[in-house]
């Protein structure tokens, strides 16, 4: 696996990596994660609203990057390069290597790469039912991948995002005044995120960058997964000399 660096120079404004107000309001969609694209549901567009650097939902071969970058796709600026999407780093998503094994990192965490996004957050598993695991995301204000800490210290971080599980077996997030913000959903095998209704667009980037976080957690915690640590030979000399 790679190492748990990421970039440490100042991000660009948010409106210049996404040509949009960090506060303006998006309308309500359903968000549908295919491969390394999010689209919109039902839209019948071929550019995604966002993408991955890799897929979260497959196991990644051996020796891969630790940190997974989320990009917004600027709308309607498809003929800049040759037809191919303009895109903006927003957030790295990062799990780091060894993460069972060390006390310096979260096992789970987002970086912000905008000046204008929400800034760090970490996702916490705060509850095993027999559905599935419910989270907290904890922002740490006013920080991004180049702040040193990465977070504050716990007193000083706050809830910004957490999930419960419906009745119906989907997945809602609230926010901190626990206004129901988007319920995630497997739609066929795709996994689907629908908004309740408008919120501010850096709202919404934070939002999805977490819903990807928690989708690469529930495939690092399957028993495959598992399985697979359990066989590296990196981690069990991490288990050692533990």
């Known amino acids: 696996m790679g190492t748990d660096t990421l970039d440490t120079e100042p991000p660009p404004s948010y409106e210049a990596a996404t040509g949009q107000a960090p506060h303006e309001l998006v309308e309500p969609a359903s968000l549908v994660l295919h491969g390394i694209d999010i689209f919109v549901e039902n839209k019948g567009e071929n550019t995604p609203l966002y993408q991955l650097s890799r897929n979260i939902t497959a196991l990644p071969p051996k020796n891969n990057s630790s940190s997974i970058h989320l990009h917004r796709v600027e709308r309607g600026e498809s003929e800049k390069t040759n037809g191919e999407p303009v895109t903006a780093r927003i957030f790295h998503l990062v799990h780091p290597v060894n993460a069972d094994f060390r006390g310096d990192l979260p096992p789970y965490y987002i970086t912000a790469t905008s000046l204008e996004a929400l800034g760090n957050i970490i ?15 904890k922002l740490s204000w006013d920080t991004n991948s180049g702040t040193k800490p990465l977070f504050h210290g716990k007193d000083k971080q706050q809830l910004v995002f957490y999930s419960k599980n419906s009745r119906k077996g989907e997945q809602e997030w609230f926010d901190q005044h626990d206004k129901l913000l988007a319920t995630e959903c497997h739609n066929g095998q795709l996994p ?9 667009r850096n709202t919404r980037d934070a939002l999805v960058a977490m819903w990807c976080m928690m989708l690469w957690y529930e495939l690092a915690e399957s028993r495959g997964a598992k399985r697979e640590r359990k066989c590296s030979p990196t981690l069990n000399v991490a288990k050692m000399s533990s």
Do not use: I, Y
């Open 192 to 200: 689907t995120l629908t908004m309740g209704g408008p919120v501010p």
């Open 123 to 137: 996702l916490e598993a705060n509850k095993h039912t027999l559905q599935r695991t419910e989270f907290s995301a």
